[in-house]
């Protein structure tokens, strides 16, 4: 159980730092679009087009809701961890005999 718990505090971390490394997104996408410049060969004309560019992590721009999902589920096992741990010892605390 103690090498769960480092896992579960530093799983925030790493979502957020993913979080801003692939662009700070409020929502996670898969796609982002971008404007590239083309030139004609044949005239030199410059034409600036939308091209749909994928996502840095895993094909995915991370999003908040990625960050915020990962945060509450690793909040959660963290209490639950806490509270059995703390169960057990009581428990265990209450069966030793007065000597």
Do not use: N
């Not at 982002?32 to 996502?55: N, P």
């Amino acid at each position: 159980m103690k090498a769960v718990k480092p896992v579960l505090i530093l799983l925030p971390l790493l979502a957020a730092i993913l979080w801003l490394v692939s662009g700070a997104e409020v929502l996670t996408k898969t796609q982002k679009s971008q404007t590239v410049e083309v030139t004609d060969d044949l005239f030199g004309d410059t034409i600036t087009r939308q091209e749909l560019v994928d996502g840095p992590i895993l094909g995915y721009y991370i999003g908040l809701d990625v960050v915020g999902g990962t945060t509450g589920a690793s909040v959660v096992a963290l209490l639950a961890i806490h509270w059995f741990t703390r169960k057990q010892r009581a428990a265990s605390a209450g069966k030793e005999s007065p000597t």
